[in-house]
Every structure is written in C-alpha cells, then in structure tokens.
C-alpha cells in the first residue's frame, strides 16, 4: 500500500505544534539547550532542524532546560507590555520565538525534544532595546519542582543563578558593561500574560511556514 510521503514528515517545532487547550497554563515547550552543552543550539527557523549557532566562548552554562513556546513571537504586544510595565519607550521585540526556561531535577541529555512546563513567573530582559523575555516553568510531575507554582517559591539562589546568566552570557571576560537588562522579576500571573501576547504577536505576523 502506498504511503503519503507527508504523513513521513516531521512538524516544524515552531509552527507546526500546537500550544494546546490548556495554555498558557500549561503547554509544550520545545527545548533547545540543556545542561552541561559548551555549545548554543538553536533552532534554524526555516528548516525546522535544530542547529549549532556558535560555541560558548566563555564558562557561562545554562543553568536549566532552555528552549521557546511553539507559535509565539516577541514583538509589538510583548515589547508594548514592558512599556506598560516600566515606562521605558521605544522598544521593538527581538523578533524571535518566546523564550523559556524549564527548572527539573532530571538529568536530560540532549535538546531537539518536547516537554510539558507551567510558567511559574519570568525574567523581563532588554537588550539594546529589544524586549527578551525569559519565561521560568516547571516540569510537569517534576519531584522536586513540580508542585510550584510561583516564582516567589524558588531559592532565591536560584532566581539570582538564572538572572546571572542571562545578564553576562554575552558579556566578554573583563568587560565591565553588559547590552543585557532585567528590569522585572515576575510572577506566574505576569508569564501567562506574556505568553498570550506572544502568540497574538504570531497570529499577527505573516511568519514564513505558518499555518
């Protein structure tokens, strides 16, 4: 029996899983990055494949699962959220994917892969003016984090662990300046605010491969 040669293909992380009935409160998270990677990858936006952007130059390793909410975009709502939020005018969303990062007491090896989160809270960044928020979540039936849903319920020492890295992952050894802000800490109600901008920033766009 012939078989559709499409029925073969694989759905684009991006745009071709949906972030289901349940979000923002809980949706599948497309991981890119995991702990101990010396190398970025991230996801090629055409192809759908996963890519290697560059090598980590300096010690910074990312503290936890790291990846985007398929069918989300930062832009005009997102970047217009921080204005709300901060005063601060003339900003333009980065243009990519909303980021997030997963907290679990699990070893995962390798990125490329789908996982079920809760956003717990968020890291407003701003880097040379482009609105980059990092949303925080918990894996879902997670031992250790699984039963949180606040960010206010994390070690402290850990909220500053993540906020270091995203302020110096950038940053050459010995340079005393950063391109990279937060300018909020916040919680869950605050992410899923984010989230439901970033998917009408998708819905929004002509984005190529969108369906």
Not at 41 to 47: G, I, N, Q
Not at 75 to 83: E, H, I, K, L, S
Not at 99 to 119: F, Q, W, Y
Request: proline share 8%.
């Amino acid at each position: 029996m012939a078989t559709d040669p499409l029925s073969r293909l694989t759905a684009h992380p991006w745009h071709g899983v949906s972030p289901g009935d349940k979000a923002p409160e809980q949706c599948p998270r497309y991981i890119e990055i995991v702990p101990p990677d010396t190398v970025k990858y991230e996801l090629d936006k055409a192809s759908g494949l996963l890519k290697l952007d560059r090598p980590q130059l300096f010690s910074n390793v990312i503290p936890c699962l790291y990846g985007f909410i398929p069918q989300s975009y930062c832009a005009v709502q997102v970047a217009a959220r921080c204005t709300e939020r901060t005063q601060r005018t003339g900003l333009r969303g980065d243009g990519d994917p909303l980021d997030i990062c997963v907290l679990t007491e699990k070893t995962i090896s390798h990125g490329n892969l789908l996982v079920t989160a809760r956003p717990i809270g968020g890291l407003r960044l701003v880097d040379k003016g482009e609105v980059d928020d990092k949303i925080i979540a918990v894996l879902r039936d997670d031992a250790l984090y699984g039963a949180m849903n606040e960010l206010s319920e994390l070690p402290k020492k850990l909220t500053d662990r993540l906020s270091h890295y995203f302020l110096t992952y950038k940053q050459p050894p010995g340079s005393k300046t950063s391109t990279c802000e937060i300018v909020e800490v916040y919680g869950r109600d605050e992410a899923h605010e984010v989230i439901r901008r970033s998917f009408s920033d998708y819905a929004s766009l002509a984005l190529p491969h969108a369906s």
